[in-house]
T-cell receptor, first 116, second 113 residues
Framework: DADVTQTPRNRITKTGKRIMLECSQTKGHDRMYWYRQDPGLGLRLIYYSFDVKDINKGEISDGYSVSRQAQAKFSLSLESAIPNQTALYFC???????????????FGPGTRLTVL | GDSVTQMEGPVTLSEEAFLTINCTYTATGYPSLFWYVQYPGEGLQLLLKATKADDKGSNKGFEATYRKETTSFHLEKGSVQVSDSAVYFCALNSGGSNYKLTFGKGTLLTVNP
């Protein structure tokens, strides 16, 4: 079973609709992240959470909100979707102690979102 | 702030060719460095990492050496295979209080038989 799962894997929606993307993890990590990937731009951080009560904006948080319902669950919402939010969205996790001090992140398979 | 600059693609090679994907970085302190790989239709997977200067990360025939003097972490493989076709991302984590990853823009590698 995958350690980091995302639902849905694909979603097509219309401008103005509210969309929620969900992420669950079984790794027991306390830190979770949401990124978006656009061609030629790499991955950009939207929001991150150090634990259930600690949520922080990333570099491109405008138009997005998040909810950390439990240590294992971190949801990303688009309150009113717009076409330039069409992208591939990734959830990631890491633990506090890190492995050999590197704090590597583990990624889910991604959600492809299209906003028409 | 932190930044990662990697070689722009796409890169197209024949099977068994030598691969180099350049990566340089700007960071405060002593970052950890990573190469992630994204196969078609999949999420990112950690390929290799290095946590201090002169460390060499290696995995699946790929290698990268953490060069502090040149702020570089170039990815190399001596003989690529068709199955290596993917997007490769260089990334750094400068630690501190948030442990965020800063990514390069990615390099698409296509290996032809």
């Amino acid at each position: 079973d995958a350690d980091v799962t995302q639902t849905p894997r694909n979603r097509i929606t219309k401008t103005g609709k509210r969309i929620m993307l969900e992420c669950s993890q079984t790794k027991g990590h306390d830190r979770m992240y949401w990124y978006r990937q656009d061609p030629g731009l790499g991955l950009r951080l939207i929001y991150y959470s150090f634990d259930v009560k600690d949520i922080n904006k990333g570099e491109i948080s405008d138009g997005y909100s998040v909810s950390r319902q439990a240590q294992a669950k971190f949801s990303l919402s688009l309150e009113s979707a717009i076409p330039n939010q069409t992208a591939l969205y990734f959830c990631a996790t890491s633990d506090t102690t890190g492995t050999s001090g590197s704090y590597e992140q583990f990624f889910g398979p991604g959600t492809r979102l299209t906003v028409l | 702030g932190d930044s990662v600059t990697q070689m722009e693609g796409p890169v197209t090679l024949s099977e068994e060719a030598f691969l180099t994907i350049n990566c340089t970085y700007t960071a405060t302190g002593y970052p950890s460095l990573f190469w992630y790989v994204q196969y078609p239709g999949e999420g990112l997977q950690l390929l290799l990492k290095a946590t201090k200067a002169d460390d060499k990360g290696s995995n699946k025939g790929f290698e990268a050496t953490y060069r502090k003097e040149t702020t570089s972490f170039h990815l190399e493989k001596g003989s690529v295979q068709v199955s290596d076709s993917a997007v490769y991302f260089c990334a750094l984590n400068s630690g501190g209080s948030n442990y965020k990853l800063t990514f390069g823009k990615g390099t698409l590698l296509t290996v032809n038989p």
